[in-house]
Structure formats: structure tokens, C-alpha cells
């Protein structure tokens, strides 16, 4: 891949800034070079990897087969402007000092600094090894916190199966249709890529072809952070399906009360919904009618009538759907991602683009392919 000309990398906000990628190896530090490679302001000064120290990327990643860099050791880091980690939970909270030091804005893919305080990590992961840095860090979900990142030097890109839920069911608290105390019911199906590039006995071709497995019934990690950002507590179960990439988060909620609606029934016998489904468009378009990000898939005409995985692989887009079941009193809530793009390496770009500056859709406009095969 021939290196751009200044001009070429160059926007409209003249800057040109180096990058580096830790674990760029794996499948989010993949994607992570092959967006900062096409992006207009970024240019990809170094890769990291213990494994793969001194072989082309394009040995491991076949797509950027014609880019003339080498992986290099991480404990040799260069100074750069901005420096992307996407490495394992515990990596990036050991060398966060060694990061910071080489970069003047750092972007942590991992978990190690997505919740809030010391205490969370000692509920949900194995405690923190340097809590002090929990208050500076700037929680990334661009079209959820857009605000706080201008200027953010410690950007924690938000979870794959997090960034699907909380977009589905964010606009609902926002609205005011969801106070807080209903119950909330999170189903999310995740692609082979969410496990890593390490192989294991369960992602193995054998074990994961054909499977809709259930791999964290209850006490998933990602409820933390959806619990934190929400203000509420949900019922969160995760299931490993037959795809590659993707995130596909099905949410029942039961609202109590609502903008319309008379809760003690009709005529016909059947309880009317505390909630219209005028409410909720009108919930979800004010909440996302703007975002360049996110497209709106409530039951039209065709194939694709809600949100799903495929119809957004390899983009930084989600689509948000919804449907009302007002025999149920619920609203049942779709949101659909590519776990390696929105829910990683794109929404880290999309962050970093915010704290910089620079255009937020800015090396994030491919639109996807269709028809595609499994994602």
C-alpha cells in the first residue's frame, strides 16, 4: 500500500498526526491499521508485537499486504501524537505510565479503565493495579459522550456488547419513557471475532460451526459497564452464534408509566401500552437523527426489516430498531453492530477523532457491502 502524500493525509484541519498500535496483531489492532492507514489525518508510525516482532503486517494481516511497515517490540516505543492499545484486559493498567509517556493522547481498547471506580474492578475483573488514573479517563461512546471528549488525553473505548446495548436502550432513558426501576432483559449474540485471535478449544472450526451457545448466562463483564452508564441494573446474557463478525443485542423492557397510553386497559380486553409507538420513534429520532453513525430499522418493507449484523460488517455503523408489544406492556428493542468496527477499532478512531479535533467521520465513511457473506 503506497504511503500518502502529505497533502493526501492532510484535511481540512491541517493536521497530520503519528500513530502507534499496540497489539496490532490481533483482530482490533488489525482493523485499527487498516482505518488509520485510509484516514485522511493519521499516519501509522508503528505496530506492535511480541509474537510477530520484525514481520510485515501483512503476514498476519493479508489485507494490508502492501503496506511497508514491520511489526516491532512493545517495549520499544516511539514518540507519537496518539497511541491506540488494543490489547488483552490487565495490559494496558501495567503500562499505562510507558504509554502516556510515548503518546500525548492514549486510546485503551481494553476494559482496564471503562468503569468508574476501584471498587468495580475488585466486583467485576481482578482489581486494578493503578486506580488513580479511573477519574481522568473519558468513557468513549461518541454518540453517548460526545461532549466529554474534546481535549480527552485518556479515551476508554466503550465494549463491544456494551456499545450495542446502551444504544438500543440509551434514547428510552433519555425520553424519559424508562425512569429506572423496570425490568430489562439483554439477549446479545456475538460473533468467533469478539473471542480473539488466540485459538482455543471452543473457537476451533469443529466446536464453534452451527452453534447458538450460551457462553455467560448471567455475570458477563459488560454489565458493569452498562449498569454504570445507564444509572439501573439489567438482566444481561450473552450467546456465542455462527458468524464472524457482528453484535446483535435483543432488549425487553417493561415501562411502568409513559408519555401516552392508559395503563388500565380498552375496550377490546387487551392492555394498552403505557407507551405508543409515536413516543418512540419520536424518542429514538431525537436521540440519533443527527448521528452520521447510527440508522433507524423499525419494521419497514424488504428483507432486512430490523437491525442485524451483517447489513453494517466492516463499517463503524449500528442500526437501532424497536417494535411495541402492547399485549405485553413491552417494548422490545434491536440494535446491531460489527463488533471488531463499532464496537472496537471504529470507535476508537471515532473517540480519537473528537478529542482531536479533527472531522469525527474522518477515515470511518466506508458504507459496508451488500449482498455479503457471514460477517
Known sequence: MAAATDAEQADASGKTLSATVIGASGFTGGELLRLLVGHPNFEVAQATSREYANRT???????????????????????VDVLFAATPHGVSMEHIDSFREAADTVVDLSADFRLDTEAEYDEWYDGHSCPEYLDEAVYALPELTREELPGADLIAAGGCNATATLLGLSPLFDAGILSGGEQVVVDVKVG??????????????VERSGIVR?????????????????????????H?????RGAAATCHVFPTSGASGDSEGSSSGVPDSPVSKGDLWQAYRGAYEDEPFVRLVAGGGGVYRYPEPKTVAGTNHAEVGFELDPSNERIVVFSAIDNLMKGSAGQAVHAANLALGLEETAGLEFGGLHPVGSP
Open 57 to 79: 503486517l501483512g503476514s498476519v494481516h493479508p489485507n494490508l499486504r502492501e503496506l511497508d511497515l514491520r511489526f516491532s517490540e512493545p517495549s520499544d516505543l516511539e514518540s
Open 192 to 205: 468467533s471475532s469478539e473471542g480473539g485471535a488466540s485459538p482455543s478449544k471452543a473457537s476451533s472450526h
Open 214 to 238: 450460551p457462553y455467560a448466562p448471567t455475570g458477563h463483564r459488560h454489565e458493569a459497564e452498562i449498569e454504570g452508564i445507564l444509572g439501573t441494573s439489567v438482566s444481561f446474557t450473552a
Open 240 to 244: 456465542a452464534v455462527d458468524m464472524v
